[in-house]
């Protein structure tokens, strides 16, 4: 019985890495994702700056958080935790565009 014991342990340990390996790989992923999206917002600044627009556009704003929460129902994820994220990094692009005019 010991015996069963131990290689169900070893079985589940295995597995648990495994899952704890794709999950460090997703959340590498989405660093990656997050600094892709931080360069195109950074570049849309400077668009902004040169065309003298104002760094808030709420109507996009408006477009981005209704098409994330379009993906968490599309995903089955929980659609107002997407949006708090993608608030978030709407507020953390507008701050870097104000400190850089």
Not at 25 to 44: F, G, H, N, S
Not at 67 to 91: C, H, P, Q, S
Request: net charge negative; glycine share 0%.
């Amino acid at each position: 019985m010991a015996n069963d014991n131990t290689e169900s342990r070893r079985d589940t340990e295995v597995t648990l890495d495994e899952h704890r390996q794709e999950i460090e790989d997703i959340d590498r992923e989405l660093v990656e994702l997050i600094a892709r999206r931080t360069y195109v917002a950074d570049t849309i600044a400077k668009v902004k700056a040169e065309l003298d627009l104002p760094t808030t556009d709420e109507a996009q704003e408006d477009k981005v958080m209704e098409r994330a929460g379009k993906n968490a129902e599309r995903f089955e994820v929980d659609a107002n935790l997407v949006k708090a994220i993608f608030r978030l990094l709407i507020e953390l692009n507008k701050v870097e565009q104000r400190e850089n005019r």
